[in-house]
């Protein structure tokens, strides 16, 4: 006689790779890693910009995706006022999407910059959004807890990886005005 012994499947501890402008959101950075560090493993909380220090696409895309998203299976994307605008965020964002990871985007109360009534995200992610590939929630709702988080991240890693727009031509320098935002 066998018998099988089942353990119940434990949630994974997935490892994310939390992209956010560091001169700025911070504080929201910090917050996030408070909250959710016991239920997942953030990646980096590194300033790639001050970090690499190059301006060389090739290169500083060769350091993202050896360095610094290896090893991640979600990026999330804490958009504040000047997100947007902030190449090194959008090079993030298409490395993690050259690597099909999961794209969740996270409206941070402190984004202010509105066309229209609507909040602007950075152009790549919005293209994401659009495709029904990438998430978007607002902050509040990480006031629902862990547990939240990772449905949300579950909902986004099971999106058909067919769905990803990763098309757009790297933001090439850092820049302000809502010329070169997206909207949602």
């Known amino acids: 006689?066998?018998?099988?012994?089942?353990?119940?499947?434990?949630?994974?501890?997935?490892?994310?790779?939390?992209?956010?402008?560091?001169?700025?959101?911070?504080?929201?950075?910090l917050e996030f890693v408070q909250r959710f560090a016991t239920r997942f493993e953030t990646v980096t909380n590194r300033s790639i910009e001050r970090e690499?220090?190059?301006?060389?696409?090739?290169?500083?895309?060769?350091?993202?995706?050896?360095e610094h998203i290896r090893g991640s299976s979600c990026i999330i994307v804490l958009c504040g006022r000047e997100t947007p605008w902030r190449k090194y965020i959008d090079w993030e964002i298409k490395a993690a999407l050259d690597r099909e990871h999961c794209l969740i985007g996270i409206n941070l109360p402190g984004n202010r910059a509105r066309l229209e009534g609507k909040i602007i995200v950075p152009g790549r992610l919005h293209d994401n959004i659009q495709s029904g590939y990438a998430v978007w929630?607002?902050?509040?709702e990480l006031e629902k807890g862990p547990k939240?988080?990772?449905?949300?991240?579950?909902?986004?890693?099971?999106?058909?990886?067919?769905?990803?727009?990763?098309?757009?031509?790297?933001?090439?320098r850092n820049g302000s005005g809502i010329v070169a935002g997206r909207s949602l």
């Open 137 to 140: 929630i607002q902050w509040p």
């Open 52 to 66: 690499v220090d190059s301006e060389r696409p090739e290169y500083v895309m060769r350091k993202i995706r050896e």
């Open 148 to 172: 939240y988080l990772q449905k949300v991240i579950e909902l986004a890693c099971s999106k058909p990886k067919r769905l990803i727009d990763n098309r757009r031509p790297m933001r090439e």
């Open 1 to 29: 006689m066998f018998f099988l012994w089942f353990r119940p499947k434990r949630a994974v501890r997935r490892k994310v790779f939390v992209s956010y402008h560091h001169a700025v959101d911070q504080p929201s950075y």
